[in-house]
C-alpha cells in the first residue's frame, strides 16, 4: 500500500464530475487500500478518488467513535462508527430532515465551517467487489456521506455555503497558499 498525495483546492479535479467504476479488478482494490492508508495518514475521516486526483466515483470512510473527538454533545456508538467503509459508484436514494454540522475537508486545510445536509439518508453503491449493498446513514455519518458524494460530484463544500461565507473562504484559502509558496521560496 502507498499514501497517495491529496490535492487542494483550487485543483481542477476537484471540481470535475467523476466518472462510473466499471471494472472491478485488483488494481480497484489496490486503489481502495492506499485511499484507506492516505484517509488514516491524513487524519481525515472520509475521502474521495478525486482528492487524490482521479476522478472516479469511489471514497472511503471510517469515523473513530472511542476518540469521540468529532461529537459536539454526548453520542451513542451507532452502527457506523470504528468501521472501514468503502463506497464505489454511490447514490443517494432518500434525504430525510434536515443538519447543521461544522465541517471539514482534506483539500481546504485549516477551513471549518458549518454546512446544511439532510439528517438522514439512504445510499445504494457497490464494494470493491463489485457486491451491491444499502445503508442508512445518520448523524456523522449522514454528513460525511453526503460530503464525499458530492466531492465525486465535483462540489465542493464552499459550494454548499453562503455566497457571503464561499467568498471569505476562498479568500482565506489563496492568501494561505500564497503565504505557504512564499516561505517555501525563502
Ligand atoms: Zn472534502
Redesign the pocket.
Known sequence: MSVLKVVEWPAKVLETKSEEVKEFDEDLKKFVADMHETMDEAGGI?L?AN?VNVAKRILTICIPWTENKYAEQEEKKEHWHDKRWTFVNPVITKKKGKFRWQEG???FPEVFEFVDRAEEIWVTAQDENGETFEVHANGLFAVCLQ??ID?IDGI??INRMSRLKSTMVRKKVLKRQRLMNTEVEE
Open positions: 472520509g474521495a482528492q475537508c482534506l483539500s460530503h464525499e466531492h465542493v463544500f
